[in-house]
């Protein structure tokens, strides 16, 4: 069972919500509250990807079934006995470490903090199912990723500066673009389990070109922020370079793009460490 969870809950994956928040608030809280952090930096790590990626799987079980990439590091395929304890133990993980986050914070972050919880149900639940609404399931994907660091803003009290929005609307756009262009490998898996997304409605090429363009306005809205954040936008290159060699993908050859996702995987481990070094530069700028 736990073995289950964690698969279900993407290890590889963990980071990209963590890492979002305690950035965020480590650069602009000011004191750092260590109990905020913590608190905040395993919540992200941890419950929230299970309950994110576990009510995913729970409910996209028949796609996942006819999916060839499900069953390993990229998702799980949760047996029907396996649902309801997932779903507890997404519950029984998120409700204390939320209890202690409204106590932790203010109005501003409790409104940040309701967003992201119900963009995470949202996503995959029955009635909403927000993934199967084209574009919508992009924007909430997104949400996903860029709601934590929101949150680390508002928990930090911080009044966001320009140069913050700009990257924060950056990194929506490299969200939106990485849903989209992940959305393109199940067109087969999810028009044989009836399952509408970005991708099957637009097309595998259409949605390529629409994830490159994406990845594209991330690089320039990061550039505008300022010396030394604007070099972040350079970060979107090794993305474009994954994404152009599929614009010429089809419906036909949709599962094709899995080699380009895996390469994703690993970018982002890279692009992480760009952020870290350029993160310690622009605050030992700021210092100065």
């Not at 790590?45 to 079934?65: C, K, Q, T």
Request: glycine content about 8%; proline content about 6%.
């Amino acid at each position: 069972m736990i073995r289950h969870l964690v698969v279900s809950s993407r290890p590889l994956s963990w980071i990209n919500t963590a890492y979002p928040f305690a950035l965020a608030y480590l650069l602009l809280a000011r004191p750092v509250d260590p109990l905020v952090l913590v608190v905040g930096t395993l919540y992200f790590l941890v419950p929230y990807n299970l309950a994110m990626y576990g009510i995913n799987d729970v409910f996209d079980y028949e796609s996942d079934l006819r999916n060839p990439r499900k069953g390993g590091v990229e998702g799980a395929v949760l047996a029907p006995a396996l649902h309801r304890p997932t779903l507890v133990a997404a519950a029984v993980t998120n409700v204390p470490f939320l209890v202690v986050l409204v106590l932790l914070g203010g109005w501003a972050s409790w409104i940040v903090l309701a967003i992201s919880v119900f963009a995470v149900i949202a996503y995959s639940a029955p009635v909403l199912r927000f993934k199967e609404r084209p574009v919508l399931d992009s924007i909430t994907s997104a949400t996903h990723f860029v709601s934590p660091a929101v949150y680390g803003l508002a928990l930090a009290g911080a009044a966001p500066r320009a140069s913050t929005v700009l990257v924060l609307v950056a990194f929506f756009c490299w969200g939106m673009a990485s849903h989209a262009f992940g959305a393109v490998q199940d067109i087969p898996a999810d028009r044989e389990a009836g399952i509408g997304s970005v991708a099957t409605v637009l097309g595998a090429r259409a949605t390529v070109v629409g994830s490159a363009v994406l990845y594209l306005a991330a690089g320039v809205l990061a550039g505008l922020s300022g010396w030394p954040v604007a070099l972040a936008g350079l970060l979107a290159i090794p993305y474009l370079v994954m994404v152009l060699p599929f614009v010429g993908i089809t419906d036909a050859t949709a599962e094709q793009a899995n080699r380009g996702w895996r390469r994703f995987l690993a970018i982002n481990y890279g692009a992480g460490f760009g952020v870290t070094v350029l993160a310690i530069v622009a605050s030992a700028v700021a210092a100065s």
